[in-house]
């Protein structure tokens, strides 16, 4: 359990990739893992569109306010929500709320995943939706939540970022 710990603790946001191909086993191994994540009555309103092409990896960088690092990634996962699909169940909550959660937990379980298997991830969440949506043809009924390029760590590891010391964001028995 601890090793387990450890690597949550050691896992960062990676900005620098080397152009190393990531072989087709250890994608299908992070995928794999990403959808065991929760979901709420386990709908998995989830897709998730993998991107190979430079020009495509480019244009989702635009996308991402210049963020151009996304682009030397040899991938990058797009995580989409599919609304109705938690609504079936849970009407408007399902649809604003759990379909969101659902597709964080998918992104954090990839992102642990590919961390795990000796690769770098960022999660990238300010991008324009509507150019995402646009660049990838994705579906009105679909909306794109979450952008991870994954790769190989060029550079080296960066240093833990200073955290909230855990009693201003943890509340203990009001009631």
């Keep these: 359990m601890k090793e387990m710990i450890s690597n949550i603790l050691a896992r960062r946001s990676i900005r620098k990739f080397l152009p190393d191909v990531i072989p087709e086993r250890d ?10 994540a929760p979901s709420a009555g386990n709908r998995q309103p989830w897709r998730v569109v993998v991107v190979r092409d430079r020009s495509c990896k480019e244009q989702l960088a635009s996308c991402a306010g210049g963020q151009n690092f996304m682009a030397e990634a040899p991938f990058v996962l797009v995580v989409c929500a599919v609304p109705e699909e938690s609504a079936e169940r849970y009407a408007e909550r399902g649809e604003s709320l759990y379909v969101l959660q659902d597709t964080a937990a998918l992104t954090t379980t990839i992102l642990l995943a590919a961390h795990y298997l000796g690769y770098g991830a960022c999660w990238i969440g300010a991008f324009n939706e509507e150019g995402v949506s646009k660049t990838l043809k994705i ?31 943890v509340v203990q028995d009001r009631f």
């Design 27 to 36: 994608l299908t191994e992070i995928l794999e893992a990403g959808f065991a």
């Design 139 to 169: 579906p009105k009924n679909m909306r794109p939540v979450a952008m991870v390029p994954i790769g190989k760590i060029d550079g080296g590891v960066p240093p833990r970022r200073q955290r909230r010391p855990m009693a201003d964001v």
